[in-house]
């Protein structure tokens, strides 16, 4: 059984983006949108976290976690408090409140994923890890001796997230078998942004890292967008696949 | 503090950039005002009331406002479900640029509380504020999308 942990938020997007950031994870999320309501799911639910924002109407963060402080049954669940405000004043009043740990928004998914696991272990959810001897993923498919990595068309955030928690058990996997060699397809891409460049740096990087080598695809126009990257600029790019196997 | 002396234009600028490249991955580049016209658009506001109070205004067209969204929840833009959605994206924005100008002023030795946001959506219509020490309009293009930014600060007493 995985954590349980209840996100209180005004906003459903908040709530939808703490809710991916934890999908790769063993964990059950609740949800509430104000504090009263949190406070209920809290006595009801007993969650293990609760992550609480601070502005919201009915009854906001501050008070719902004073209220939690004053329940024998509640005031040791831990509490990561999200605020807007990143002042110093503010800062201190958070910390005063008796939170384990506080965000700041804007904020991503991995960074509320990396303070959750100061706090506590996180599990990977047991369907989503490949099994041992499976190639097939979402992005990840074995031609020959070749581990194939192709990305969609549009690459956002949520993308990266999703390869890089199947990156490196497929690096593992393919280190164990023999295969050395990765094509990154980026032939579907058809727009240069953040998240692609992000991704691009953390297959080569985890590539090098695993002493996998790795040839790029992509369009002769993507192609010539990422030169104008610095962290892209030096990469060889390939116009096809079949090039890119003749390189190896 | 002066409000006066108060850098807005780089706060303003810095808290949007930053929010829309850290939430959305989208990089703003910052362009001469444009007007609407009758495109019709999503206004997202917040307002602060204390020592300091003031109001930020996030405007976007509907197109845009869709586009964000997707971004936001990492989804396609057929996948949105309702306006409600949108709505609610496009608050937690002028939240978020909000929740930064609230924290400079706090920083800078004001007082003040942030409001939840407000959404106002519709077409060919302005929002005209008066009677503000310090004022801010700032334009970013994203693609074909444009985002205007307002912030308006006063001394609240």
């Given amino acids: ?44 639910e007993n969650p293990d976290l609760i992550i609480l924002d601070i502005t919201m109407p009915v009854m906001n963060g501050a008070e719902m976690l004073a209220k939690m402080k004053e329940e024998p049954e509640l005031k040791d669940i831990p509490v990561i408090m999200l605020t807007a405000e990143a002042g110093k004043d503010n800062v201190m009043k958070i910390v005063q409140l008796g939170v384990k740990d506080y965000m700041v928004k804007p904020f991503k998914g991995e960074q509320l994923i990396e303070r959750v696991t100061k706090i506590m272990p996180l599990a990977e959810k047991k369907g989503d890890a490949p099994k041992e001897g499976e190639s097939e993923s979402k992005y990840f498919n074995l031609d020959g001796d070749i581990q194939m990595l192709a990305v969609p068309a549009k690459i956002l955030r949520p993308t990266i997230v999703e390869v890089e928690t199947q990156l490196k058990p497929k690096l593992k996997e393919m280190t164990g078998g023999g ?19 992000k991704l691009i740096v953390t297959v080569l990087d985890n590539c090098q890292i695993s002493g996998v080598k790795v040839l790029t695809v992509a369009s002769a126009a993507l192609g010539k967008e ?11 790019i390939h116009f096809s696949i079949d090039d890119a196997k003749a390189a190896f | ?115 939840i946001p407000s959404i106002t959506s519709g077409k060919d219509f302005s929002i005209e504020s008066k009677g503000w020490a310090v004022k801010e309009a700032v334009c970013f293009q994203f693609e074909d999308h444009i985002a205007l930014i307002e912030a308006y600060i006063k001394n609240g007493g």
């Fill in chain 1, 1 to 44: 059984m995985g954590l349980k942990i209840l996100t209180v938020d005004d906003s459903k997007t908040i709530r939808m983006i703490v809710k991916k950031a934890f999908r790769p994870y063993d964990c059950q999320i609740v949800e509430g949108e104000n504090g009263v309501e949190g406070l209920a799911l809290a006595a009801k």
């Fill in chain 1, 179 to 197: 295969i050395k060699k990765m094509i990154l397809d980026l032939s579907k891409t058809k727009e240069t942004n953040v998240s692609l460049i």
């Fill in chain 1, 226 to 236: 990422l030169k104008d990257f610095q962290e892209t600029g030096n990469i060889p």
């Fill in chain 2, 1 to 115: 503090m002066d409000l006066s002396d108060f850098d807005l234009p780089t706060f303003i600028r810095g808290a949007t950039q930053e929010v829309f490249d850290t939430m959305l991955s989208m990089e703003l580049s910052e362009q001469e005002l444009k007007d609407f016209g009758d495109t019709s658009r999503i206004v997202g506001s917040v307002s602060l009331a204390g020592t300091a109070s003031g109001t930020v205004n996030i405007h976007v067209s509907d197109s845009f406002a869709c586009q964000i969204t997707a971004n936001m929840l990492g989804m396609e833009l057929d996948e949105i479900d309702s306006d409600d959605e949108v709505h609610d994206v496009i608050g937690e924005l002028s939240n978020m640029i909000g929740g930064d100008l609230k924290s400079r002023l706090c920083d800078a030795g004001f007082t003040c509380e942030l409001s």
